[in-house]
């Protein structure tokens, strides 16, 4: 079964940290640009970062909000990219998402988890 599978959400005080995990199978995910995804409570999906493939030396790429803060990376021995998530603020509470590319309109979503920040 093609889909991707997200993980790692959970409650965390501000100035914490979390790590999410994005699992693909049925395909290899090292073939494929993906994306990270937010959705806040009340506002529309947000994309805020993106690893490209191999080919273009799996580059990564940072929307304002989170630059300097987490950092995108693959797992290649497990078929995931992971984000890390640091310095955690109640800003960044919201069901994250991740896609097999790093524009909005891509064709494979997770089912998303949940990050919650308490101040």
């Known amino acids: 079964q093609v889909q991707l599978v997200e993980s790692g959400g959970g409650l965390v005080q501000a100035g914490g940290s979390l790590r999410l995990s994005c699992v693909a199978s049925?395909?290899?995910?090292?073939?494929?640009?993906v994306g990270w995804f937010r959705r806040a409570p009340g506002k529309q999906r947000e994309g805020f970062a993106c690893i490209r493939t191999s080919r273009y030396d799996d580059r990564t790429m940072y929307g304002s909000s989170v630059k300097g803060r987490f950092t995108v990376s693959r797992d290649k021995a497990n078929n995931a990219v992971l984000l890390q998530m640091n310095n955690l603020k109640p800003e960044d509470t919201a069901v994250y998402y991740c896609?097999?590319?790093?524009?909005?309109?891509?064709?494979?979503w997770g089912q998303g988890t949940q990050v919650t920040v308490s101040s």
């Open positions: 896609a097999s590319d790093c524009n909005d309109d891509a064709s494979l």
């Open positions: 049925g395909f290899n995910l090292d073939d494929l640009d």
